[in-house]
């Protein structure tokens, strides 16, 4: 794993239609609108934040999260309008002796159902594998989250399994978590 990749500058990645960018209190209104939404954290380990100091000082915790080499959060832009604000996309928990990394994403409300996890993710993908040479890419999932299981298989993930009462999670207490992942080789034959 080319760790440097991640963290030695912050990474922007782009597609046609996408740009994944660091998130800056310019976008504050945006992140606002996500956090500050119930629905979009129903089935997130993450509560949601209904007051915009709070979101603002949250900001400032992606950047402290990257500085400590712990956790990368992105911007989803859609490029038809460059400086709004659609979703996040984060990896974490580089664990750089098996060569793993955690992702995970929530959109806008508004943008649910357009195939913009589903890009964001292929995205994040492509770079993960072939520039930071990550070998395995895994996500946990609530097995009501029907959305997000579809996003994963879309990209080539498998269901490994599910973790019954396994993990506590903010606002949710102890749930049960299925797994899905992908392999580089998975990937490459994809």
Known sequence: MDIEAVFGQFPTIKSDEFILKKIDVSHLDEVYEIYNNDRVFEYCGIIPKHNKNTVKSMIGHFERDYNKRTRVKWGIFSNQKPERLVGIIEASDFNQKVNMVTIGYFLAECNWGQGI??????????????????????????????????????????????????????????????????????????
């Open 117 to 190: 996890a589903t890009n964001a993710v292929a995205m994040l993908l492509r770079y993960l594998f072939e520039e930071v040479q990550v070998n395995r890419i895994h996500a946990e999932v609530m097995p009501p989250n029907e959305a997000s299981k579809e996003v994963l298989l879309k990209n080539g993930f498998t269901k490994e399994g599910m973790l019954r009462q396994a993990s506590l999670w903010s606002g949710k207490g102890i749930v049960d978590l299925e797994i899905y992942s992908i392999l580089k080789q998975e990937y490459e034959e994809k």
